[in-house]
């Protein structure tokens, strides 16, 4: 150590920049490290804040299920009889979509399911609310949730690929494991079935 002249010490050896120096950045990060230090900071920023945007956003669209309306709507659901086996045509089907008829009614490989105790998941605000009332096979089949999986007209799915249809099987597997079948979804120009009290019974007495 040495007595630099004006009262400090500095290590033997060492230029301005030295550990005693007392030179301009000693004992700083680089500019560099800082920089990337910030960089960090302001990523992590932005992902908390993305995060909660997007709980916010849940919030919104799911949280009035619970809200004095969606209540509502589920208690005059599982107030409803089992419905009665029927087929439907496509605009038939419509009317059951959850808003327009408390009842809800969705098709799957030409096959009508009544969803309506799944009405947190089918109703007008749940996330595969879009199938209520049509047929949701394509929907289903290509994991799209858009309106363009939907079809005005009859669709006899002759477009898909192997896997798709078998997808759309292991779906219509499920729904009638988990909910009601009421009949089918005629195509254009069916007649539909005339279903017999016994036949109904009998239907509903497998699913139990």
Same mark, same amino acid.
């Given at each position: ?43 992590? !920023? ?44 496509? %605009? ?15 098709? !799957? ?53 192997? !896997? ?12 009638? %494991? ?15 079935? %005339? ?14």
């Amino acid at each position: 150590m040495a007595d630099d002249g004006d009262g400090r010490l500095r290590t033997e050896g060492s230029g301005d920049g030295g550990l005693g120096g007392g030179g301009a950045g000693a004992g700083e990060p680089p500019a560099g490290a800082a920089a990337a230090v910030g960089g960090e900071m302001l990523l992590n !920023v932005g992902l908390l804040a993305l995060a909660l945007l997007a709980a916010y956003r849940l919030y919104l669209r799911w949280g009035t299920r619970s809200g004095p309306g969606g209540a509502a709507r589920q208690s005059q659901a599982a107030a409803l009889p089992r419905m009665k086996r029927r087929d439907f045509s496509l %605009e038939q089907l419509r009317e059951f979509d959850g808003a327009r008829n408390p009842r809800i009614l969705l098709a !799957v490989n030409g096959k009508v399911f009544d969803v309506t105790k799944g009405s947190k998941f089918y109703g007008p605000e749940g996330p595969y609310g879009i199938f209520a009332g049509r047929d949701a096979s394509r929907g289903l089949a290509t994991f799209c949730l858009d309106k363009d999986a939907l079809r005005d007209e009859y669709d006899d799915l002759s477009d898909l690929n192997a !896997v798709q249809m078998e997808s759309v099987r292991e779906w219509e597997m499920q729904f009638k %494991e988990k909910y009601d079948y009421v009949g089918r979804l005629l195509k254009p120009g069916e007649e539909p079935s %005339e279903y017999t009290d016994e036949e109904d019974t009998k239907d509903h007495t497998k699913q139990e």
